[in-house]
């Protein structure tokens, strides 16, 4: 094994002859003295010795703590001091140097060899250690994720480049300063602001990881959206020495996600348009059809045709004819809608008169259809709202519960109104086809339509209708249904609306 090549330091040359004496019975190289603290730099300078045995009071300007002080900053070699002086006031000038050992004369070869040994293995661990963090620094500085490290109160210990370029801060003004000065987080959503992350780990001791739509404030107080884990710093014993944030800025992968969802809208709405002229094209050529086919039998039968044929043949086309007008005005008004003109202006009016004047109306268009039971359970039924989204409404619910119901059904419509709350409450209900549970979360799509009335005649657009005109009077609907048993549909609508534009 190679021997360990020291320096003494002593200005009593008989003390530096011994201590080199033993030096050399305990197996060490000395490879020489110095009597004053100028001589001992430059001896160390020069020869670079792996230890220097210094003592504390030396001849000449500079004392062996100063000299002590110089060697360490010029060169990474451990001083132990030995030294006739242990009073409170020199240890304290000694520890600014940082020794590696403090030996008080007289000593014994055996207190020299221990004080050697002991100064050397700390060395080599402190060299060790700071290798290790000389390490950790390159990779956590090279690293394109940010890092801020704090100890165990939150005190800022590091920031990587990674984060003073994301934070704003740079480390040289961030250390030393409470994390929450450093890392303010915000909810994009609620605009609230978040409680700081190293707060949470501190007191759960535990990784904790951001929420989505999370964003830091930086230095300069714009916004970066980001995502990020903090973790706890773990002594052996188990308490925590201090957590270490990694963030990321989530900027190019939100505008990525909103140009996604930019075009994935964009296709919604093209593949919409299509459906819509493909749905709309459709239902017209139905009725054209019908009354393209009636007029050339009228023709083609002229004089020859009698009145019943005559008269059948025109029902037809009128009712071709108010197929289109229904189909035309649902167009319009979806249009209207969808240009954010939907207007809703109210009125006073009695609900339980409307309702049955409603119920009236639409029996003479569908005499034979289904028997509609009207039950109004409120005394007073005054409303202030607009009557024409009101037929909206229940004309296409009536519609669609005579539709989907077997002839010569009952259909239940109730109306209910509470003073308290100040809202009215309908109720259709009928005993049809019902819709599958599959198909009901998406009943209030455009031109949506059950899987189970594909083969029933209909546009999808009724539902869509019920449901603006609802929301123009800032109410609300549901519906509640079974496959083969029925529908119950409930509008709750303020009594006393104030007029809006949607």
């Not at 210094?54 to 001091?81: H, N, W």
Request: include cysteine; glycine fraction near 6%.
């Amino acid at each position: 094994m190679e021997q360990v090549r020291i320096l003494v330091v002593e200005d009593e040359v008989i003390v530096a002859r011994t201590i080199a004496n033993q030096l050399n019975q305990l197996g060490y190289t000395v490879i020489g003295t110095a009597s004053s603290g100028q001589i001992a730099i430059a001896k160390a300078l020069e020869s670079r010795p792996e230890l220097v045995l210094m003592d504390v009071i030396l001849k000449g300007e500079m004392d062996g703590i100063t000299a002590a002080s110089q060697i360490r900053e010029q060169l990474d070699i451990p001083v132990i001091f030995l030294t006739a002086y242990g009073d409170s006031n020199t240890v304290q000038r000694a520890k600014t140097t940082q020794p590696f050992g403090y030996v008080i004369k007289p000593f014994t070869p055996k207190d020299l060899h221990i004080a050697i040994e002991m100064g050397l293995l700390k060395h080599e661990l402190e060299r060790d250690l700071r290798e290790h963090r000389d390490r950790l620094a390159t990779l956590l500085n090279s690293m394109s994720d940010a890092v801020i490290a704090t100890n165990e109160k939150g005190i800022v210990t590091f920031v990587n480049p990674a984060a003073e370029l994301i934070t704003g801060w740079q480390q040289v003004d961030a250390l030393g300063k409470d994390i929450s000065k450093i890392f303010q987080l915000v909810d994009e959503v609620t605009e609230t602001s978040l409680e700081n992350p190293v707060a949470k780990v501190l007191r759960e001791q535990q990784v904790v990881y951001l929420d989505d739509f999370t964003s830091l404030i930086t230095k300069n107080g714009s916004r970066v959206p980001i995502g990020d884990s903090a973790s706890p710093i773990m002594r052996q014993s188990g308490q925590i020495n201090g957590v270490v944030v990694v963030f990321w800025d989530l900027s190019e992968r939100r505008q990525a996600q909103l140009l996604e969802q930019a075009l994935h809208k964009e296709r919604e709405v093209n593949q919409l348009k299509s459906l819509f002229i493909s749905t709309v094209s459709h239902e017209f050529r139905n009725p054209l059809s019908v009354i393209q086919s009636s007029v050339e039998l009228i023709e083609l039968q002229g004089e020859n045709l009698k009145p019943e044929k005559r008269k059948t043949y025109l029902k037809r086309i009128n009712s071709a004819v108010q197929s289109m007008k229904t189909l035309m005005e649902d167009v319009l008004f979806m249009g209207k809608s969808d240009a954010g003109k939907l207007e809703c202006q109210p009125a006073l009016l009695d609900l339980a008169e409307f309702c049955q004047e409603l119920i009236a109306e639409f029996t003479t268009i569908h005499p034979r259809s289904a028997e509609i039971i009207f039950n109004c359970h409120s005394d007073r039924t005054e409303a202030c709202m607009d009557e024409q989204l009101l037929r909206y409404i229940f004309t296409n619910l009536l519609n669609n519960a005579v539709k989907y119901s077997p002839t010569g059904g009952n259909i239940l419509f109730d109306l209910t109104c509470d003073l308290i709350d100040g809202v009215a409450i309908f109720r259709i209900q009928d005993h049809g086809i019902g819709i599958p549970e599959a198909d009901q979360a998406r009943l209030f799509e455009s031109f949506y339509r059950a899987s189970n009335v594909q083969s029933i005649p209909g546009t999808g657009l009724g539902l869509v209708i019920v449901k603006k005109c609802v929301e123009a009077h800032q109410g609300q609907i549901s519906i509640h249904s079974q496959a083969g048993i029925g529908s119950t549909l409930t509008i709750t609508l303020p009594l006393n609306y104030q007029n809006r534009i949607q």
